[in-house]
């Protein structure tokens, strides 16, 4: 009955034959007595070659003494369950396997030999290896790993995610995402959720998470779905990076560039600046503005015309009323640590401060003066190293200057030091020309008046000489008329300063004067030959005598500085609207340096030969008269191949010419 209940032979052959596990039986001496295909398969030999082989052949070296320990309690009648050791195949390779050893039993009960059942489970091995390297790099990310389920069930928590979030694992485990999310985010859950349960990765997003204190922390999230073996999502793992400390660079650069940026246009804008005043209000206003300063104000030392010191300020942010009554920087102590070269003072409550309150009258803060909690102080320094002022900064409350304001600060005083010392110079410089132009116009006007009888006299004894002392009293007239030019000039210069040199404006034919012109120049000098090419009457609108004066100072710079040449060529030519009057010499021409300055008062080129006289005014004053006309004058010159002067006139007086005298004054100021 019991025998009905066993398997028949068939059946159990079919089942060893078709067996996934490999089988293999060996007897007391460890010969091989069985195997199945599985087995074949594993080993990489047939049948007919296993059989009879002694199954240590099969178990590598380092191993074989273990397993003959095992078999000894095998023939002590133990089974072996599911021991993991290794095997080798025909090849010599050896492999990981998942043993079961049992003993095999005669009829009598004795044990007469074994079987090995063996699975290989190199997969699972590589497996369970893949797994536990995952598992420690999660562990030991510096990122916060987590993993939740679709509902936002936290299931599980990396080390890093404690660092950042502060959370204990045992702590989330089971618990709602939620708990890292600011109230103002939470819809980015159902939409990051959303994306997973669609199958998309939410990749590096950056947002805004709680720590466990409360506190906020930036971060950089990436979310993917997490799938079964099946394909089904069921969940999302997310990767969190703390960007706390990148955000805080990105920042502070983007802080830092700001502040180059201001300090650049600020400084730009103070360069530019010539007058006191306005660069002290520029630099209060700037300076307030970027410290947040409530009230801001610029003392500075300065100097007035007769010499007395006195003190300017401005004020940023208060009236000024509110510092009306409170006397002068120099005479507080908070204050006169500034000015007494201790430098920057930042205080982050000067009511706290024991310099603080021991002014009399006003012990502390006077009655409607302003609240100052916060205090930044800066000395202003010259070149020089004098302070020259201070910059002062006040709130009402505490704690609000800090070092990067102290910074801008500082660098924003020595650049307006640099502009204030340009500005004191361009004063003395504009104050120092106004009185050369004083004594120029007083010079010759005093000139003027005995130079004028001395020339009637001569004119008169001229007529009443006797014959041999007649060259004599003309020579003394020649050297008259050239004093009087230059007297003329200087009297020129003095009137265009003051904006008082007068013009006639009448119509007249400008080829007629060019030749009158040249017959004088003719006459009165007889070293060059003076060609002039014309084109018929110009009739055009002018100041006759003073355009005579500008051709007088052509030609006869032409011949000046063309000693060792003898030929001067003018030419005068019109087109619908304008006269071009050329003066061209072969003389010592002009380089490129002084090109620039010739037309400019008093200025003589450097490598003229100074047995050459002249005031350097004759250009300048050219210039003017030519440019009172609505015209332009320029020069074309080579070094030794000579000059050629070129001015242009329009034939109708232009009403732009009225504007010239106000575009003058601006032009001068410039060029001081
Ligand atoms: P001055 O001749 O009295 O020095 P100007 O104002 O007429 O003053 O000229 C200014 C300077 O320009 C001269 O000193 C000279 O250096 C230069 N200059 C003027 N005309 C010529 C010229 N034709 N050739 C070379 N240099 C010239």
Redesign the pocket.
Known sequence: MKNNLLPDLFTLTAIFEGMEDAVLSHDLDYIILNCNPAAEKMFGCPAPVLLGQNILTLIPESVRQEQLAILERVWSGERINHLYTVRSSKLQIDFPVSLTISPIRDEQGEVIGASHIMRDVTHEKETEEKRGMLAAIVENSDDAIISKTLNGIITTWNGGAEKIFGYQERETIGKHISILIPRDRLSEEDVIIENIRNGNKVDHFQTVRLHKNGSAIDISLTVSPVKDRHGTIIGASKIARDITAAKKAETAIRHQAAKLKILNTIGKAISEKLDTESILQKVTDATTQITGAAFGAFFYNTINQDGEAYMLYSLSGAPKEAFENFGMPRNTAVFHRTFSGEGVLRVDDITKDPRYGRNAPHFGMPEGHLPVVSYLAVPVISSSGNIIGGLFFGHPEAGVFMQEHEDIVVSLASQAAVALDNSRLFTEVKELSQKKDEFIALASHELKTPLTSMSGFLQLLERKVIDVNRPFVAKAITQLKKLNALINDLFDISKIQSGKLQFYFEEFDFTGLIKENLEAIREAYTSHEIYFDESGEMILEGDKMRLDQVLT?LVT??I??SPESDRIEVSAKRSETEIQVSVK?Y????NEE?ISH?FSQF???KD?NRSIT???????ITKEIIERHGGRIWVESEPRMG?TFFFVLPLKKRSSVNGHLQKKEEEKVLKL
Not at 587 to 590: A, K, L, Q, R
Not at 614 to 620: D, E, M, P, S, T
Request: aromatic letters at 12%; a positive charge.
């Open positions: 100072n710079n032409a000046k500085y010499d003389g010592m021409g002009i002084n010739i200025y003589r080129a003229v002249g005031l350097g005014l004759g250009l300048y000059s």
